[in-house]
């Protein structure tokens, strides 16, 4: 078992017995916690579902994001493993990551199609106009090959987002990339502080779009 995987589900453990008061309810709903970490993503083959209760999830000791797969519909929960400057790597229970700079999806590993790396733009809760983004993706030749995007960045204005049971005021920013391998819109809602609370993400032509949720808050 992964050194992460422990220790969410060590962090389970201990909210469970913080919280638990001795129902058989309880004691159901914190089992099925336990279990959704250690079996918290898969691929596209068989999509899981995170039905970790709310309280739980934001109440984690150690710091957890919540994954969207859009294209599979499904999600699932992420550790954080290494802070590097800028960027935070998470990992999965068997061990596919994800590396967040600045609140934007930098790469990942385990999905299939992944992104390797990526030169992002700056992108704030009142960023707006054109930017480019270059994604770097291993071809068939098992080379690295870059894929340019030119972006421009609007406002969606002030909205609330749904984040697992609960509700909370975000400014929304899309992204709308076309290059010369597609186009897609990437969709970002900052929180009143300027954090992000979720980023909606293209990642490629195989894996769609990954929605990465801060359901800490």
């Not at 957890?64 to 999600?75: H, I, K, Y």
């Not at 990526?118 to 894929?147: K, N």
Request: net charge negative; proline share 4%.
């Amino acid at each position: 078992m992964a050194m992460t995987t422990m220790r969410l589900v060590g962090a389970l453990a201990a909210v469970a017995t913080l919280t638990a008061c001795g129902s058989g309810d309880d004691q159901s709903l914190l089992g099925e916690a336990g279990d959704a970490v250690r079996g918290a993503i898969s691929g596209p083959d068989a999509p899981p579902r995170v039905t970790t209760p709310p309280e739980v999830l934001r109440n984690f000791e150690s710091p957890v994001l919540l994954l969207e797969l859009n294209r599979v519909d499904g999600s699932a929960l992420v550790g954080l493993v290494a802070t590097n400057g800028r960027s935070t790597t998470w990992e999965s229970s068997d061990e596919r990551t994800i590396t967040i700079r600045n609140g934007q999806l930098a790469a990942t590993r385990g999905f299939g199609e992944d992104l390797m790396s990526a030169d992002l733009p700056e992108i704030t809760a009142d960023a707006r106009g054109r930017v480019v983004r270059d994604h770097y993706y291993l071809r068939g030749d098992e080379q690295t090959a870059r894929s340019r995007y030119f972006c421009t960045l609007t406002s969606g204005g002030s909205t609330r987002v749904q984040v697992l049971d609960r509700t909370y005021p975000a400014d929304i920013v899309y992204e709308d990339c076309e290059g010369e391998d597609g186009s897609f819109r990437n969709t970002y809602w900052f929180k009143p502080s300027g954090a992000m609370q979720k980023v909606e993400q293209y990642v490629s032509d195989a894996v769609g779009t990954i929605g990465v949720v801060d359901v800490q808050n």
